[in-house]
């Protein structure tokens, strides 16, 4: 069962950025699609950023389009979502998740394996 774990969550002000991380300490990271999702309170968990598992292909939400960037470095089974220019309606729990093989679109149910999810809090 892949594990994964996410850090780098915290509270940032407005116009600020951070980066979370995503690893796993099993397995060959590197097979899958790894997708970012976010859940704010009241709301429905949205897929904000997805790279693909073969050709490096990145997908992204309208909603973060300009804003946050994914990546992944399979030598270190990691991939991340740099963040900028953070606004507070950004505030969720992020949630990193695993789809074998996949295109890093972000369809929520292709996704087999999730995170823990790391807050992220955008206030001053």
Do not use: H
């Not at 909603?63 to 900028?84: C, E, I, P």
Request: with cysteine.
């Amino acid at each position: 069962q892949l594990q994964l774990v996410e850090s780098g969550g915290g509270l940032v002000q407005p116009g600020g950025s951070l980066r979370l991380s995503c690893v796993t300490q099993q397995y060959t990271l590197g097979y899958y699609a790894i997708g970012w999702f976010r859940q704010a309170p009241g709301k429905e968990r949205e897929g904000v950023a997805g790279i693909s598992s073969t050709d490096g292909s990145t997908y992204y939400s309208d909603s973060v389009k300009g804003r946050f960037t994914v990546s992944r470095d399979d030598a270190k089974n990691a991939a991340y979502l740099q963040m900028s220019s953070l606004i507070p309606d950004d505030t969720a729990v992020y949630y990193c998740a695993a789809d074998l093989w996949g295109d890093g679109q972000l369809r929520e149910k292709e996704y087999d394996y999730w995170g823990q999810g790391t807050q992220v809090t955008v206030s001053s």
